[in-house]
């Protein structure tokens, strides 16, 4: 990519966590430390990656994203507003009654939101499944999820990745967001999932591992995963948990924490301050 398009890239993943923090601060609850984890990834995915249009989200041809680690949900909406899929002032909305923007991605309630997701789990099969559709009916598209590291001590995580290499789903990329932490703390001390890469291989995915907050990683990770075939494809992302705020980085506590009002104007000051130092870049 070129200079100009990575730091557009960087200026959209500071408003991306921008986002995330006013939602969760207005809705008083939520889940910020992996939303924010997979900010650069969203912002890449949205802004660059999917052959979506805002315009009309139901477009057949789409590339479809399933969140599968769907309580991260304040990320996803950050960066569809971002897009132009709904207005930006719709994020302080965020779990309100009568609100568009519910805890957890409603299919049916906001406009380019492909699954609805939330049972940790789910959402990589329901994924699976439409990539299989799209070779069935000969559609060029491509389908992406995101998983927690958490996520996939869940069985039925398994039983899709087995089904993916099965039918050879190489329009299908399943991201892990390796942030280390889930609700209990450490997921290596609850249930550890390493070497995850390995296991992935072993169920017959072609893999990428990098770091998650790096727009040039991501590049050439979603390169190769476009240019291979006949496998589908895993992408190993390590991450930061509450990457962007001081204060809730690597800390398990802001998995589903909302931040009062002080901490809420330390996280936009610091937010602010780097969207500045990269648009001076």
């Known amino acids: 990519m070129t200079a100009n398009e990575k730091k557009q890239l960087m200026v959209n993943a500071c408003k991306v966590r921008m986002g995330i923090i006013e939602g969760v601060h207005a809705a008083k609850s939520g889940h910020p430390g992996g939303s924010l984890s997979a900010a650069d990834l969203f912002t890449y995915l949205y802004c660059k990656e999917l052959n979506i249009d805002p315009t009309n989200p139901k477009w057949e041809e789409r590339d479809r994203f399933v969140l599968s680690k769907g309580h991260t949900a304040p990320g996803l909406y950050a960066a569809l ?111 550890n999932p390493y070497p995850i890469a390995e296991k992935l291989r072993a169920f017959g995915f072609a893999v990428a591992e990098i770091d998650g907050n790096d727009f040039d990683q991501l590049e050439a990770a979603f390169t190769l995963a476009r240019g291979t075939k006949g496998v589908p494809f895993a992408i190993v992302m390590k991450t930061v948990k509450g990457k962007g705020v001081s204060y809730m980085e690597d800390n398990a506590g802001w998995h589903g924490k909302a931040p009062n009002d002080e901490e809420y104007e330390t996280a936009m000051k610091e937010l602010r301050a780097q969207l500045a130092e990269v648009e001076a870049m």
């Not at 959402?123 to 995101?146: E, P």
């Open 81 to 191: 507003a971002l897009r132009g899929f709904f207005p930006q002032e719709d994020l302080l909305t965020l779990r309100h009654i009568g609100s568009h923007l519910q805890g957890h991605p409603n299919m049916n309630l906001t406009p380019g939101v492909d699954m609805s997701t939330g049972s940790l789990g789910q959402g990589i099969s329901a994924a699976a499944g439409m990539a299989l559709a799209a070779k069935y009916q000969g559609k060029s598209c491509r389908v992406y999820t995101l998983l927690g590291d958490g996520e996939i001590q869940e069985g039925q995580v398994w039983e899709a990745m087995m089904f993916a290499h099965h039918y050879k789903l190489d329009n299908f990329c399943a991201i892990i967001d390796n942030n280390g932490l889930q609700i209990d703390g450490d997921v290596a001390k609850v249930m």
